[in-house]
């Protein structure tokens, strides 16, 4: 029965394979986003939705955007290197060059909590871009966005005290 749960670990090169190609496709659109950026600022292309606002605000409505976007990206593929880590390798983690060290998932706990911590860096990116479109047009419903990302914060801060103490012991 070990030998067949040993085996079954290999059906997550379907997550690791996925993540990989959802990263790639993010990291494209992240670029055309700032392709348009320049075309805005190089060749005066205003959108409809957008011809409110000042050449300079939508090319950093555009930068805003694709920072989002290479931030999933980036969520993708460090979710990718953590599966493959913690269920396909078999190597024991060593402190030396690593090209990947910056990543380390030495436990599952360890990637939720970068995964959370990232998606709270997005939802704090997702109300400055909503902030900045709207600068002339907010209302108190948009008080939702931060309150929320302060909460999570606050949990994602309360859920990982012992962090530090957990490193320590290893």
Known sequence: MKKTFYLFRYISWIAIIGSLLGSLLLFVVGALKTIN????????????????????????????????????????????HGVYTLFISNKKYDDGNGVLKWIRT??????KNVLAEVIVIILFVKFLEVVFVNIDNLKWEIVILPISIVLLALGLKFLSLNKDENNNEE
């Not at 409505?61 to 990718?80: E, G, M």
């Not at 030495?106 to 990637?111: A, C, E, T, V």
């Open 37 to 80: 950026a320049f075309r805005v600022v190089l060749f005066d292309y205003i959108p409809k939705d957008k011809a409110h606002l000042h050449t300079a605000d939508i090319a950093t409505t555009y930068l805003i955007k694709s920072l989002d976007t290479f931030l999933i990206a980036l969520v993708l593929f460090i979710f990718a």
């Open 106 to 111: 030495p436990n599952i706990g360890h990637l």
